[in-house]
């Protein structure tokens, strides 16, 4: 997916576009943007396997090594990052650093930025950021399974309705996609 918004952008579609697509924000797809721009492949996949929040990789991305590596230690000593983050940010950030940001050959351009120190408190932030990102996330992910229950109850009342299925045989509408009588044969699994 993150490939595809590189390949969308190319394409000549907004941010906003991409992002009504995909079905995130306007913000998230240009900092995707951004880290393809710059060759920025290792946090990519980083990013996608969710070993890192993507507000992260941006920050890290915008940081030399030697700012990246005193925000990991004052993080550590603060105890603000610690366990198998802190192992996976570092891995992450020692690979980059040995073989680049890239994976393999990448078709998209690198672009100069402006290195800033990353601190405990930006890397924190992201941190933050993504994880109330994902609460969000895990609520309309919710709220949209409670929505196709409640979808396949009532199809499931109205196939059992008789006048209703007269009504489909008549306009030739009695045949269903295979998943959705499947749905309806047994409890609703949404």
Request: without cysteine.
């Amino acid at each position: 997916m993150l490939k595809d918004v590189g390949t969308l952008r190319k394409r000549g579609y907004s941010d906003g576009q991409i992002a009504e697509k995909i079905g995130v924000t306007p913000e998230y797809v240009y900092t995707i943007g951004q880290l393809l721009e710059n060759g920025e492949e290792r946090l990519l996949t980083a990013v996608e396997a969710g070993l890192i929040p993507l507000t992260l990789a941006m920050e890290i991305s915008k940081s030399d090594d030697e700012s990246i590596q005193h925000a990991l230690a004052q993080a550590y000593t603060e105890k603000k990052l610690r366990g198998k983050k802190l192992v996976a940010v570092r891995r992450l950030i020692e690979q980059r650093r040995r073989r680049g940001r890239q994976i393999q050959g990448s078709s998209y351009g690198r672009r100069d930025q402006s290195k800033r120190p990353l601190t405990t408190e930006a890397l924190m932030r992201a941190y933050r950021q993504e994880a109330d990102r994902q609460k969000v996330m895990i609520k309309k992910a919710e709220v949209t399974q409670n929505r196709l229950l409640f979808v396949v109850e009532a199809l499931r009342s109205l196939k059992n309705d008789e006048g209703f299925a007269t009504l489909l045989r008549a306009e030739k509408l009695e045949l269903m996609p295979a998943y959705i009588e499947q749905q309806l044969g047994g409890r609703a699994e949404v």
